[in-house]
C-alpha cells in the first residue's frame, strides 16, 4: 500500500537527524565507559577486599561487570535518555520544545524497560571488553536499538509496536522471497536439463 512504500522510502532528513542523534550519543557513551570502568574497579576491589573468595580475579570481573551493567541502566540512560535521546531527535523532527518534558516523562520508563532487555546480554559481552574497544561494539549493538529509540521519540507509538512493524516487515519480505523461490523452481526452465554436445 501507499503507506508501507513511504515508510520503506529513503527520508534524508530523517537520515540526517539519525547520524546527528548517533554522533551525539556516540561522544556520550565514549565518556561513560572510561568513567564507569574506574568506579566500578574500584568499588568492586574495596568490596571484595573484606571477603575470603578463593578465586578473586573471576569474582572481581563479575562484581565489575554487574555493578557496571547497573550503574548504565539507573545512572546514565535516565540522564542520557532524557536529557540526548528523546528531546534531541524530537526537536530535530520538529517537535515544539514544550512538548519534550512531556514526551520525556511519557517515554523514559518504556525505554528503560526496553533498555534492560536488549541491553542487558549486550552489556555482559561490552563490560567485559577493553574500554578502547567499547564503543565500537556497543555501535554495532546501537543500529538496532537506535532505530527503536528513534522511533518511540519522534512517533506516537510504543517500542513494542515498532518491534511489531518491524517483525511484519521482516515476515512480508521473507515470504515474498520464499513465493520468488517457489516460482524459479517450478519455472520450466528448471527442469531443461543440460545435455553435453
Request: net charge negative; proline share 6%.
Amino acid at each position: 500500500s501507499g503507506d508501507d512504500q513511504d515508510s520503506l522510502s529513503f527520508d534524508p532528513k530523517r537520515t540526517q537527524r539519525f547520524v546527528l542523534k548517533g554522533l551525539g550519543a556516540g561522544l556520550i557513551w565514549s565518556q561513560w565507559y572510561p568513567l564507569v570502568d574506574g568506579w566500578t574497579d574500584i568499588t568492586s576491589s574495596l568490596v571484595l577486599a573484606d571477603l575470603a573468595i578463593e578465586d578473586v580475579g573471576s569474582a572481581h570481573t563479575i562484581a565489575k561487570t554487574v555493578s557496571s551493567i547497573l550503574m548504565e541502566q539507573f545512572i546514565a540512560c535516565p540522564i542520557v535518555y532524557s536529557l540526548w535521546d528523546i528531546p534531541i531527535p524530537a526537536l530535530l523532527a520538529g517537535t515544539p520544545p514544550s512538548q519534550i518534558p512531556r514526551l520525556v516523562k511519557e517515554k523514559v520508563p518504556g525505554l528503560l524497560v526496553d533498555n534492560a532487555k536488549v541491553w542487558t546480554v549486550a552489556n555482559i559481552i561490552v563490560y567485559n571488553l577493553p574500554v578502547q574497544w567499547r564503543v565500537l561494539a556497543v555501535s554495532v549493538f546501537e543500529i538496532f536499538w537506535a532505530s527503536i529509540v528513534s522511533r518511540v521519540a519522534t512517533s506516537g507509538s510504543s517500542s513494542t509496536a515498532f518491534v511489531e512493524a518491524q517483525d511484519a516487515l521482516i515476515n512480508g519480505l521473507a515470504v515474498e522471497k520464499r513465493a520468488k523461490i517457489m516460482e524459479e523452481a517450478m519455472s520450466p526452465s528448471s527442469f531443461d536439463v543440460a545435455t553435453k554436445d
